[in-house]
């Protein structure tokens, strides 16, 4: 099972920009970690990173067909990107949304997300450890949806057979 791992604007910044709110990692330490959880869990991981809105879009459609789940972090796009909701939307790969801050104790202007309605979920507040949660809970889905085509193999043949 593949993920794919998007990173929104200004994130490739961590561990330089508002330590108080993002903590000390950096970006690269971040995908260390998710990387290690990868290879615990057999899962394969690719990362990605942009500050431009229409290449995370490229990236999201660029993984139908080439990826089992998506963990984002829209980071400013959050709170602006149409075009991101509906790319993500239109791939229909289960999705989980993550913020290193907790949005909602945050600007008013953060507290609405327009990507979290077409998500799985979301992950905010944590640090560094809302991207542990993220793999954590992609297994979680993996897991239901090999659980649910196993299930549904054996009704088409229980129906084959009678």
Do not use: W
């Not at 993002?22 to 260390?32: A, C, R, S």
């Amino acid at each position: 099972m593949k993920i794919v791992v998007i990173q929104g604007p200004n994130l490739n910044m961590l561990g330089h920009r508002e330590k108080n709110i993002y903590g000390p990692m950096k970006l690269e330490d971040i995908h260390t970690q998710m990387k290690a959880f990868a290879e615990q869990n057999k899962l394969e991981i690719e990362f990605f990173q942009s500050n431009l809105e229409g290449e995370i879009v490229d990236r999201i459609q660029e993984c139908l067909g080439d990826a089992d789940g998506i963990i984002i972090n829209p980071a400013a796009y959050t709170h602006t990107s149409i075009a991101i909701r509906d790319a993500i939307a239109a791939v229909q790969i289960p999705t989980l949304e993550v913020h290193l801050s907790n949005i909602y104790q945050r600007e008013e202007f953060r507290h609405k997300s327009l990507i979290a309605p077409v998500c799985a979920g979301q992950i905010a507040g944590m640090g560094a450890f809302s991207y542990h949660l993220a793999m954590v809970g992609m297994s979680q889905i993996f897991s239901e949806v090999k659980m649910m085509k196993e299930h549904q193999a054996k009704m088409q043949a229980s129906q084959a057979a009678q």
